[in-house]
């Protein structure tokens, strides 16, 4: 299975074989040391990840999805443990590939954004969900969340920006990299 | 300085500044690394979001997956027990409970009580279940997953309602090794039966006394089931004296009925939507909707128009023929020449002649003539007035006050019959034919179901209630089969009770074909009682409006027509008017121009007297008659001897396809005179004599629902044009075409402007009486399909007036 075709209701289809290995990888952090809670916001995550990637223009599928998801979990659970602790007693090996994977890492900038955007109201959140993430029409949304017409949307999209934008730059290891 | 570049930088990333703009941008950008970092910020932020989005369908998996999860793990959990308990029926062997095994005593009963209830156990071998009921309203589920459905109203006790606890004793047998093993009998008298299952459940006091079932309530059994075959029926179990039971008495098991949603269900009539689809109509159903609901609009309509409004009748210009009306085929009759003509004659007359605008025993385009003879008789002094009148209306309304009045009744023109000219006879038959069909009483409330119930009801609001199912679509098209609106009511203003109560209902209104229905024995669907009035409230208000929107579509169109009509009347008017000054003008000129010729021939006309057959007569007359008549006329001076000669050449021509065109008219300009004539084909053919004198520029013009077209015949005095062809034109070139010919000729030409106009708003007459037409057979070919069981099938016809 090298080469997947990367449409929306494909890759939703992947998704949910995948989402059927659940018990595997859940027996597979555990024996990591993960507990039961992490682990499935460390499996979605990871299917997050994969998901994404597919979807970007040159990318092949070289493993099975499965392995792929597997080892991102892995990734994953290997850097909270490691913030857990504090200080930074991970061997080597794991760091490396962690460093290797661009994607992986940019994947990660992102959470830290999510988690910034957590922080808005709910209108907000939903209001650019649907705009940047289902690529909805102003009206629609307009409509769903109760606003007027889309200028006023419009208007309320802006206002949501500029609130991000102070959460955001609120996220200290972003502005580490950002400086960077 | 950031707000701005806030606002800036989110259009330049959704691409909504100008070319000039982003380039500016992009310039800046390339300098400033505040706005480098503002805007990869700002990009991330888009990025977040949408992962966010994306976040929430894994979640959506995620949930959906769990679900599906417990469902098969309950499914597992409930087949183990199953197992379990079945192996322990199996490891245990066949052995009955002894007081001491404390595995299966139900808790806090003595054992003499426990005793008791063993005792009167119904199959033998079969291992009991107990449950323990409080006295309020709950559920149990048996080892196999039979549901018991118990409330405060199942038992009683020596007749009386019992509310206290109870224990309840269930057994069931559902495969062959318990059934054989209890000894069970698998037949109902000497036929056998094939079972799902056997069960037995008796209940008893906490003393031990046996309770009964209530007739009402009872208890609310539900067998899940391998598959659901038909015809499956509850048998009592009737213990024989040899101990065997007996399975007896079977009545038929409720069908639940399956909701389906609304937007899967078809409620319109048999033949709608097939008829639709051959014509290739709209499918959308909002439009076939309104289709649907303007019949019952036209319906409501045909009765209310009895009192239409006063408007004189405004024939065709006398100047003119009279076309032949060709759109709808009709049969050509045969007049009967000799003998009484029959009633059947009478009715193919009517058929032919009156039946595009007449309706029988209704009052259409042209008023009910049901006993008109009568009427006419007792109002007018005039004898055989109605036959005049069905002759010609015209001519009758000039000399017969009455048929003047009754000419005021109807805005449209009727037609004239001077083929029924002297045949009185013939006219009496149709009249006979049309009294020989008695009024019939209005029975319309029963003839078909009303759209606007039927759309009110066929919504998602009703999801989940009986209408949504496939039972009630078939019963729905069962009524419309017999047209019955008695039989939809029945089942919409029933909705809490189970479907063959309804179909019981039907079947004792007399509609016997309803009793299969009723023999399927479909269940209901229980709403809550909030739940129906919001439903009842919801479907009265919704009919009432679907009503309304119908009738004032209708309505609408109706009164755009009467407006159009009032226009086309104006404009004939006025053109009447017109075309009478403009004849009147032209002969004038015409004359004067001829007048002017004789006089420069003979060098002096001017009170002349000239001696021919008939008295004396004056060149002027002379002139006068040659002009008036067009033709040639030598004219001499007996004095001088000079002879003067006005010709007149003739002019004939014939169109191609002159039937394809609902007008036809040849526009003669003529260069010396200020004014145009405009001349009428016959039959598709121009016959004019010219003057000699003159030249002519002649426009062939016809005009239909199609367009405009033309020919140009210049610069003549005479010709013989077998067929002409006309190609069609734009309005524009027509008009530019024709104000060319207008202006190339004598200084200040008398204006076409107005002719044009009416010209072309005849033209467009044409394209309104087609479409109105086009309607009027497409209802016709619907209606049927709509209303199947309207006797009258001859309705209401527009005029086709041209």
């Known amino acids: 299975m090298n080469q997947t075709n990367h449409t929306r209701k494909a890759i939703n289809e992947e998704l949910k074989k995948l989402y059927k290995k659940w018990p595997e990888i859940k027996r597979f952090l555990k024996t990591l040391g993960c507990d039961a809670d992490s682990a499935e916001d460390i499996f979605q995550e990871a299917l997050l990840i994969f998901s994404r990637k597919l979807q970007t223009p040159d990318f092949e599928l070289t493993v099975d999805g499965f392995y792929y998801v597997r080892n991102t979990c892995k990734l994953l659970w290997y850097n909270q443990a490691r913030k857990a602790q504090k200080h930074g007693t991970s061997s080597l090996e794991f760091e490396v590939e962690a460093l290797e994977d661009d994607w992986f890492e940019k994947e990660m900038k992102l959470r830290t954004i999510e988690s910034a955007l957590e922080k808005l109201g709910k209108q907000c959140q939903e209001l650019l969900q649907l705009f940047y993430g289902k690529n909805w029409s102003m009206d629609a949304i307009a409509k769903k969340i109760g606003l007027r017409n889309d200028k006023v949307a419009k208007v309320q999209k802006y206002r949501c920006l500029q609130k991000a934008k102070i959460l955001v730059g609120q996220e200290e290891s972003l502005v580490q990299t950002m400086k960077a | ?802």
């Open chain 2, 1 to 802: 300085m950031e707000a701005n570049w806030n606002q800036l930088i989110e259009r330049y990333v959704m691409n909504e500044l100008s070319a000039e703009g982003k380039q500016a941008f992009e310039d800046e950008l390339a300098k400033n690394s505040q706005l480098q970092t503002e805007l990869e910020l700002h990009q991330m932020i888009h990025e977040g979001a949408k992962r966010a989005a994306q976040r929430s369908e894994i979640q959506q998996i995620a949930k959906r997956y769990k679900i599906k999860k417990t469902i098969t793990t309950a499914g597992i959990v409930i087949l183990l027990t199953g197992v379990l308990a079945a192996a322990i029926l199996w490891l245990n062997g066949v052995e009955k409970i002894t007081t001491t095994d404390t595995v299966k005593t139900p808790m806090n009963i003595s054992p003499a009580v426990f005793e008791k209830m063993e005792a009167q156990l119904a199959f033998d071998h079969i291992e009991p279940v107990y449950f323990e009921f409080s006295g309020k309203d709950s559920a149990f589920i048996s080892p196999s997953g039979v549901l018991l459905s118990v409330t405060d109203e199942s038992f009683l006790l020596n007749g009386k309602r019992y509310t206290d606890k109870a224990i309840l004793q269930w057994q069931e047998a559902q495969d062959a090794i318990d059934i054989v093993k209890a000894g069970l009998e698998t037949k109902s008298g000497n036929d056998l039966l094939e079972t799902q299952g056997m069960f037995s459940l008796l209940a008893f006091t906490p003393k031990g006394e046996k309770l009964e079932m209530t007739q009402k309530a009872g208890v609310y059994v539900q067998v899940p089931v391998a598959e659901t075959k038909k015809g499956m029926q509850l048998f009592d179990g009737k213990k024989r004296p040899d101990g065997r039971i007996d399975w007896v008495n079977p009545t038929p098991l409720e069908k639940i009925p399956v909701p389906v949603a609304m937007s899967q269900l078809n409620f319109y009539p048999a033949g709608y939507e097939p008829k639709l689809d051959e014509l290739k109509w709209f499918k959308s159903k909002k439009k076939r909707d309104s289709l649907y609901v303007s019949f019952e609009a036209e319906e409501d309509f045909q009765d209310s128009t009895s009192n239409e409004k006063i408007v004189q009748m405004v024939p065709e210009p006398v100047s003119e023929t009279k076309p032949k009306i060709n759109n709808f085929p009709l049969t050509s009759t045969t007049i009967v020449a000799s003998g009484k003509p029959s009633i059947e004659n009478g009715k193919l007359l009517y058929e032919a002649k009156c039946a595009t605008c007449h309706t029988l025993n209704r009052d259409a385009s042209g008023p009910n003539l049901f006993k008109v003879r009568e009427k006419w008789s007792k109002g007018s002094k005039q004898p055989n007035a109605i036959y005049r009148w069905v002759v010609d209306w015209q001519r009758a309304a000039t000399t017969d006050p009455y048929a003047s009045e009754v000419s005021h009744l109807k805005s449209m023109a009727m037609n004239a019959f001077p083929e029924l000219k002297g045949k009185y006879q013939l006219i009496d038959a149709i009249f006979d034919y049309i009294d020989g069909v008695p009024p019939s009483p209005v029975k319309k409330a029963t003839a078909h179901i009303p759209p606007s119930k039927e759309l009110a009801i066929w919504q998602p609001k009703f999801n989940n209630t009986l209408l949504a199912t496939k039972d009630f679509e078939k019963r729905l098209m069962k009524a419309h089969e017999l047209c019955s609106e008695k039989i939809f009511n029945v089942y919409v203003q029933n909705l809490n009770q189970p479907l063959w109560k309804s179909d019981e209902e039907v079947v004792k209104m007399g509609y016997a074909s309803f009793q299969s229905f009723a023999d399927e024995r479909v269940g209901g669907i229980q709403l809550s009682n909030p739940h129906m009035n919001n439903l009842r409230h919801f479907y009265e208000s919704a009919k009432n409006r679907i009503k309304a929107a119908g009738k004032s579509a209708f309505l609408k169109e109706d009164n755009r027509r009467k407006k159009w009509d009032a226009a086309m009347n104006r404009s004939r008017n006025a053109e009447v008017d017109r075309t009478a000054k403009r004849e009147m003008k032209n002969f004038q000129e015409e004359y004067a121009f001829n007048l002017k010729n004789v006089a420069k021939q003979l060098g002096n006309t001017i009170g002349f007297s000239i001696h021919g057959g008939g008295g004396p007569k004056n060149i002027d007359a002379y002139v006068y008659d040659a002009t008036k008549a067009r033709t040639s006329t030598i004219i001499t001076d007996p004095n001088t001897g000079k002879t003067a000669k006005i010709t007149y050449l003739p002019f004939t021509a014939g169109v191609k396809e002159a039937t394809s065109f609902g007008k036809l008219y040849a526009y003669v300009f003529s260069k010396q005179l200020h004014s145009y004539e405009r001349i009428t084909a016959k039959n598709g053919f121009f016959d004019y004599n010219l003057n000699g004198d003159m030249r002519y520029d002649i426009a062939i013009i016809g005009i239909n629902e199609k367009g405009t077209f033309m020919t140009e015949l210049r610069d003549l005095n005479t010709g013989n044009f077998a067929t002409l062809s006309l190609d069609a034109v734009s309005e524009n070139e027509f008009e530019k075409r024709i104000q060319e010919l207008n202006q190339s000729r004598i200084t200040k030409p008398m204006q076409v402007k107005d002719e044009l106009k009416w010209l072309f708003k005849e033209q467009q007459n044409f394209v309104e009486q087609k479409r109105r037409t086009n309607d009027l057979q497409f209802r016709n070919t619907i209606r049927p399909t709509v209303f199947p069981c309207l006797k009258n099938k001859n309705v209401l016809a527009d005029t086709i007036q041209f």
